[in-house]
T-cell receptor
Framework: DAKTTQPPSMDCAEGRAANLPCNHS???????VYWYRQIHSQGPQYIIH???NNETNEMASLIITEDRKSSTLILPHATLRDTAVYYC??????????????FGQGTELSVKP | NAGVTQTPKFQVLKTGQSMTLQCAQD?????MSWYRQDPGMGLRLIHY???????DQGEVPNGYNVSRSTTEDFPLRLLSAAPSQTSVYFC??????????????FGQGTRLTVV
């Protein structure tokens, strides 16, 4: 079973920040939080990941609460091309499992003009 | 550098037929996996491999076989296709490094219809 909970859908105005929440209350100390997105049923695309510190890259920022039980993905200036399903994933650890990804239902983000 | 390549992109099978979905990566990744995605749902893990000669089952392995004879290739076999296997199939690969976490790269999918 997926170890994360996300709202099924969200809307965001173009040019505004999109804040996508995720709950992962059962996360273990060595498990990372990953975010992927899927546009028009294409293959999922990696966005960002983190352990306990906030992270930022050219696509987004990831804010993880101090207790690590929830996180927020921030797209600072959403565009129409950011319309997609966003998946928050807690990556299963262990070398013999390769850190496999278990997907939940994700959040369908609609960016509107 | 082509990334993860899946073939074919589309396939229609009759019930009971067999086929192999191909997946190849040129990034020398140890870890490869297969997912299926049904309409309106997230991806579900079918099988995965952490290296040549090593495979294991995911969430929904029934009706599928895999093998990993080389680092580059990870084919998915349907021995006797059923309508319930109508889905979009995605292959993914990544490095496996103890103590580190790396991003997974996905192919563009194979859209399979079983009639």
């Amino acid at each position: 079973d997926a170890k994360t909970t996300q709202p099924p859908s969200m809307d965001c105005a173009e040019g505004r920040a999109a804040n996508l929440p995720c709950n992962h209350s059962t996360i273990s100390g060595n498990e990372y939080v990953y975010w992927y997105r899927q546009i028009h049923s294409q293959g999922p695309q990696y966005i960002i990941h983190g352990l306990k510190n906030n992270e930022t890259n050219e696509m987004a920022s990831l804010i993880i609460t101090e207790d690590r039980k929830s996180s927020t993905l921030i797209l600072p200036h959403a565009t129409l091309r950011d319309t997609a399903v966003y998946y928050c994933i807690v990556r299963v650890g262990g070398y013999n499992q390769g850190g496999k990804l278990i997907f939940g239902q994700g959040t369908e983000l609609s960016v509107k003009p | 550098n082509a990334g993860v390549t899946q073939t074919p992109k589309f396939q229609v099978l009759k019930t009971g037929q067999s086929m192999t979905l191909q997946c190849a990566q040129d990034m020398n990744h140890e870890y490869m996996s297969w997912y299926r995605q049904d309409p309106g749902m997230g991806l579900r893990l079918i099988h995965y491999s952490v290296g040549a000669g090593i495979t294991d089952q995911g969430e929904v392995p029934n009706g599928y076989n895999v093998s990993r004879s080389t680092t580059e290739d990870f084919p998915l076999r349907l021995l006797s296709a059923a309508p319930s296997q109508t889905s979009v199939y995605f292959c993914a690969s990544s490095y496996v490094r103890t103590g580190l976490n790396t991003e997974a790269f996905f192919g563009q999918g194979t859209r399979l219809t079983v009639v």
